[in-house]
């Protein structure tokens, strides 16, 4: 299991195919695994080099010795990363609070980075979502995995989803068959550092060709944000990709996949 020590915190990462590197960064309480089945073969078989991992307080990295910690360390723990493992500049995507690490690591490692592409993320955690998290830090307190699972699953993906019973089956059943689940201190710890970002006012020293992609059913981090946030950046690209939710990279992987193939290519 290949690990690098990152200022004293074991992290977790795996590197497949060749070429140009492609670095995937997870989403909230979400590990490596969230890409490996419908990203990774795609952007190896276009000729990408992906470098996959596990944010601190997740899947197979360490938990965080710190007790609090702000968007800023993932990013930190990100540029670690890529320096011990001498890849740069990279192709930089992130999804969801891994949007969030993208911007931060944009705006502090600008010469580590080709291009960005932001999906399903937002520029700053307004009331309303600072709201959600913090009821989403209630309810994992009080319940199971499997019931914060089900729950939580209802914010990722739209109606059709649901309309397809295995589909639904095999995600759940995926997901709980994770042998490296997040403690719900880890949990908590993650949700208290999103609820900080606020990248608001900054993003326009951004530079590099970025890529904004948002599902047009989004009820998450909706596509009104995502307009938001391409516009805060110099020369933004956006993609509203019709018929999906926040997980659209899964629940439209096909047409995700392509989009940032398309994007990628150019640069």
């Not at 891994?98 to 932001?118: C, K, V």
Request: negative net charge; proline residues 6%; charged residues 15%.
């Amino acid at each position: 299991m290949p690990k690098i020590n990152i200022a004293g915190l074991n992290m977790y990462y795996e590197v497949a195919g060749k070429g140009d590197p492609l670095v995937l960064i997870s989403g909230l309480s979400g590990d490596h695994l969230g890409w490996t089945i419908t990203q990774v073969p795609a952007y190896t078989a276009a000729g990408y080099r992906c470098l996959v991992f596990d944010n601190r307080d997740v899947g197979q990295t360490d938990e965080s010795p710190l007790a609090s910690y702000t968007v800023r360390q993932f990013a930190d723990d990100t540029a670690a990363l890529l320096a011990q493992l001498a890849l740069g500049p990279v192709h930089l995507l992130g999804a969801s609070m891994g949007g969030m690490i993208a911007q931060e690591f944009a705006l502090h490692y600008p010469a580590q980075i080709r291009s960005l592409t932001l999906v399903c993320t937002v520029p700053v955690v307004e009331p309303f979502l600072g709201h959600l998290i913090a009821s989403w830090k209630t309810i994992r307190r009080q319940c199971t995995r499997e019931a914060f699972l089900q729950m939580n699953a209802s914010w990722l993906f739209t109606h059709r989803f649901y309309e397809d019973p295995e589909a639904v089956q095999l995600f759940m059943q995926r997901a709980l068959a994770n042998p490296f689940p997040q403690s719900v201190a880890a949990f908590l710890r993650q949700c208290e550092a999103c609820v900080t970002h606020n990248a608001l006012g900054r993003l326009g020293t951004i530079t590099v060709p970025t890529y904004v992609i948002v599902g047009e059913e989004d009820i998450l981090t909706p596509p009104r944000l995502a307009r938001v946030l391409a516009e805060q950046l110099p020369g933004a690209r956006l993609t509203v990709i019709p018929e999906s939710g926040h997980g659209l990279f899964w629940e439209k992987a096909t047409e995700f996949n392509q989009a940032v193939l398309d994007f990628l290519k150019d640069h």
